[in-house]
């Protein structure tokens, strides 16, 4: 591995025209792609193999054409005080908005409260009309949306208060400029790290290309795809931020070998095969992670994982490539300049900084010395910002978590005001009547054994398809859709299924959106052990291989339990618990989105990996020359604790600037990520693994030998390299080390 990454920086390093060339015209043509490809539509949410799917796939087969996938909007009225909405004045009113929303642009039906039924609440005050549309909420063009909002506003104009809920006036997600300055203190850490402007600018730049190309690859390929904005977000988010640090590892260990005295186009060579070969390894467990989000069988989760995968692999291409080719533009210019220089000037540099150790050689000796002790405050501190993961409260997004200055979260306010917290989460009944002798008694049947359950405010009578085949029953609960309640109501409904099936023939599925978050959340659930399962399994094979012993691929895995579970808790304190939501920005609590902790869990196992690989390569590397266990520990925090620590610092800024986002999930995945990498560089990484490793001593690199035969050797720590570059001023007793490993 590290030989032929030693080729290949030095070709890239030789032939830099033809690699700038070849990313420049891959970026053009990415941008060209997504500028002419058609617009993404709605992301679809399908969940293969839950009830509440198998319902809305059978009504679409069932009710073919139907406009139960297009766009809604429920536009609620209130009357003044001391008013009812069945005053004639307000009656009117009312007609004249709904007549009006009729002659709107792509609109299906509109519903006249006072024909509706169960539409004007009992004490009057309150009513609504729903509007629905022939497209998907996201796929309705602005003229529409506009259209709806500006008869609204002229209703309101009589003194009633009228508000839009649904999901039509909902807006892509943005990220405002808060990304803008998660990349502007990137670029003052990489300043500072490097010492040069042209230093820091490489990073960023190659960083930037590889999301350009990866951002514009995913746009071109929305539409086609069905990947929806979300996943472009998440994929760029995640891009920027390893493509920065991947670069940077180059970039320093391509530093370290000019001050050895080496020629440029050796050190280029070498800082390839040996940082190269950790970028490498670090990006393939990132891979491993997102794109094992597969085995959870939910399609947009495994599209995100996909895309997010392929901006790594992106990431780590440009690293080994462009890096090379831009160091071969920039000359010299990219050592420090001024006093800082010095450090880079070679042997004699070196020689006068000797019995000056620097911060990480200081933290390094201080955690060998007390290694218990660091080991222990390291878990109890993660274990008590553990602790709110045990009140997780999972949940799709809805009206009810919008800002409360919003309209949608007022009408969903005032629809719970009027009818009761359960009916902004209505149940929808299936009943497939195909088999049955009778389908309207079955129905019926149906309907009366749902009204004599616990927590029922309405059932409404059932409605059957031209074919007559398939009816549906709404069911409206007695308490808020987020309840514990609701959710017995749920599954008590569906355990009066088989014994209806086996009276009346009558297949009973129980659907809507309540439903399908409630079998979201427990599908997921099931699929976290078999995801961890694979993921550490995996992972943890490739860091065997990697560092050759047993116990450091387990250590690594039980940091990165630590660092999720410290993240997830931080996600639960602020988002549910509103811990630090003003200033966070976070306007209303609620249930954690579905999909954040277990692409979370993802995103943080690779991210954590990362650190493992680099931190603990450089440790092995100096075991593997002859340094004792302990001294191995300190040598590794030397020459890497000061980069890494940039590089957890730059990864913590670009996911903080995701937290400004108008989206809640990619909100708390900023937050959750910026979380997780602090816990895990700093804490884990940091702290823990030297301490674990000192009291392991040279039990930590045990690996037994047949295993040891039966792995590959991928030469991490550049043994391969001692053949390569003689001529080019390498220390002869770095050759020496090289030559007994």
């Not at 997102?290 to 901006?311: E, H, N, Q, R, S």
């Not at 054994?449 to 609960?477: C, H, Q, R, S, Y």
């Not at 493992?612 to 890497?640: C, D, I, N, W």
Request: charged share 20%; aromatic share 8%; net charge neutral.
């Amino acid at each position: 591995m590290a030989t032929f990454l030693y080729k290949l920086g030095r070709f890239a390093f030789r032939r830099r025209h033809f690699i700038a060339l070849f990313w420049a015209a891959l970026l053009a043509a990415a941008c060209v792609a997504a500028f002419n490809a058609p617009a993404a539509g709605a992301s679809s949410y399908s969940i293969p193999g839950i009830e509440s799917q198998k319902a809305y796939d059978l009504l679409a087969q069932r009710s073919p054409g139907s406009d139960a996938d297009g766009g809604s909007a429920n536009v609620v009225f209130k009357a003044s005080a001391g008013e009812k909405m069945t005053d004639a004045d307000n009656k009117t009113l009312v007609e004249q908005t709904v007549k009006k929303l009729g002659t709107g642009p792509e609109v299906a039906s509109v519903t006249d409260p006072f024909t509706q039924h169960n539409a004007v609440s009992k004490d009057g005050t309150i009513a609504y009309a729903q509007v629905k549309y022939t497209a998907p909420a996201k796929e309705l063009k602005d003229s529409t949306k506009d259209f709806l909002k500006k008869t609204v506003e002229k209703s309101r104009d009589s003194g009633v208060t009228v508000e839009i809920g649904g999901d039509v006036l909902d807006d892509s997600p943005s990220s405002g400029a808060g990304e803008l300055i998660g990349v502007a203190v990137a670029a003052v850490v990489l300043v500072i790290t490097l010492g040069s402007l042209v230093a820091a600018g490489l990073p960023l730049l190659t960083a930037l290309i590889g999301v350009g190309i990866g951002y514009a690859g995913i746009t071109a390929l929305a539409n086609a795809l069905d990947l929806g904005d979300t996943t472009s977000i998440l994929a760029m988010m995640i891009g920027l931020a390893v493509g920065i640090d991947y670069a940077l590892f180059i970039l320093s260990r391509y530093r370290s070998e000019l001050a050895e005295g080496r020629e440029r186009e050796d050190a280029v060579g070498r800082a390839t095969g040996t940082a190269g070969s950790a970028v490498v390894f670090a990006g393939l467990t990132v891979v491993i992670a997102l794109v094992g989000l597969w085995i959870v069988d939910v399609p947009v989760l495994t599209k995100m994982g996909f895309a997010a995968a392929c901006t790594v692999v992106l990431a780590v291409l440009i690293a080994l490539t462009m890096i090379p080719a831009m160091i071969g533009y920039v000359g010299r210019r990219i050592q420090p300049t001024g006093k800082k220089s010095k450090r880079f000037g070679g042997r004699k540099a070196r020689e006068n900084t000797e019995g000056k150790p620097n911060m990480g050689t200081r933290w390094g000796s201080f955690v060998v010395r007390r290694p218990a002790a660091v080991l222990v405050l390291g878990v109890v501190a993660l274990g008590a910002m553990a602790i709110p993961v045990t009140q997780l409260n999972l949940g799709l997004g809805d009206d009810s978590t919008k800002p409360a200055s919003t309209t949608q979260r007022k009408a969903y306010d005032l629809l719970s005001e009027g009818f009761g917290p359960g009916f902004n989460g209505p149940l929808m009944i299936v009943v497939d009547t195909k088999d049955s002798s009778a389908p309207k008694a079955a129905a019926t049947t149906v309907a009366d054994e749902v009204k004599g359950l616990k927590d029922v405010a309405t059932v409404t009578p059932a409605m059957f398809n031209k074919a007559g085949d398939t009816a549906t029953i709404t069911v409206i609960p007695d308490s808020k859709p987020s309840s514990t309640k609701t959710e017995d109501l749920v599954h008590d409904i569906r355990d009066k299924a088989d014994g209806i099936r086996a009276d009346t023939d009558a297949r009973v599925l129980v659907t809507g959106t309540t439903a399908m978050n409630i079998d979201f959340s427990q599908k997921l659930s099931d699929a976290l052990i078999p995801y961890l399962a694979l993921v550490v399994g995996l992972a943890f094979l490739l860091l065997m291989v990697v560092f050759r012993s047993i116990l450091v691929p387990l250590k690594a895995a039980l940091g990165f339990l630590l660092s999720v579970l410290a993240a997830l808790g931080a996600v639960v304190a602020v988002f549910q618990w509103g811990w630090l939501a003003g200033l966070l920005g976070v306007e209303e609590t609620g249930p954690i989105m579905s999909l954040v902790p277990i692409f979370m869990i993802g995103v943080i196992f690779g991210l954590a990996m990362d650190y493992e690989v680099f931190l603990v390569t450089r440790m092995r590397e100096a075991y593997v020359h002859g340094e004792e266990p302990k001294q191995a520990v300190v040598t590794g925090f030397k020459h890497s604790a000061r980069v890494v620590t940039a590089a957890a610092i730059i990864m913590m800024s670009v996911f903080s600037g995701f937290i400004s986002s108008s989206e809640s999930m990619i909100k708390m995945m900023g937050l959750g990520l910026a979380a997780a990498v602090f816990f895990d560089a700093f804490i884990v990484r940091m702290a823990i693994v030297p301490a674990v490793l000192a009291l392991l001593g040279k039990s930590a690199w045990w690996l037994p030998k047949w295993l040891d035969r039966a792995l590959p050797n991928v030469d991490v720590e550049g043994a391969g390299l001692r053949t390569q570059g003689n001529d080019s001023g390498a220390d002869p007793d770095e050759e020496r080390a090289l030559a007994r490993v």
